[in-house]
């Protein structure tokens, strides 16, 4: 099994920020559930001809379907409605960072998204620390452990598709960009 360690932690801040508005949070994270599934299916879509893209990212897909029906069910308990999407600093930062041409351009993607996840699980797994009440503590316990799973979908696929150098040096540079976006990100209760 393939792993790596991220460059930088989320800090105190971050949680604080969250726990203080759990409403926005949670809106801010049934998007980014249901963007999830959408990549994932962008990702089918484009890529054909890779059997392997496209049986995971149907499963990976549903899954996060899934994520972004149990977190709707929360919001709609709590009266909670969606709002319109908007720009995002952390991934529109990253997707910078993408090359675009045919060569790199997978490589690039099952990077950046294994590393989205890697932060992901990080974050759920603060929000599950943080959480008192035993329902809801569980359920983000479990999404970081979904998400950490994810991560790891992610470097095997790169493995599979590019040989170790070429994914270690890009990995390298995308970990470093990650931490940079990171730092420069303003705080505030969402899940980037
Ligand atoms: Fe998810
Ligand atoms: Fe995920």
Known sequence: MYSYELKCKTGPQWIRAVMADFDSFLIDHAANERKASTLAMS?????PDKDDIVREMIDLAMEEMAHFREVI????KRGLQ??????NYYIG?????????PKHYLLDRLLMFSIVEKRGA?????????????KIKDFYQRLAAAEYRHYELFI?????????????????E???IEAVIVKQCPIKAAVH
């Not at 990702?43 to 890529?47: A, D, E």
């Not at 069910?73 to 709609?76: D, E, G, S």
Request: charged share 30%.
């Open 43 to 47: 990702m089918v879509v484009h890529y």
């Open 73 to 76: 069910k929360i919001m709609l």
């Open 82 to 87: 969606q709002t319109p999407d908007k720009t």
């Open 93 to 101: 930062s990253f997707m910078k960072a993408m090359r675009k041409d």
């Open 122 to 134: 990080e974050r759920f797994g603060l929000v599950g620390e943080a959480l008192i009440k035993p």
């Open 156 to 172: 095997s696929l790169a493995h599979k598709y590019y040989d170790d150098l070429t994914v270690t040096t890009r990995l390298e």
């Open 174 to 176: 995308l970990l470093q």
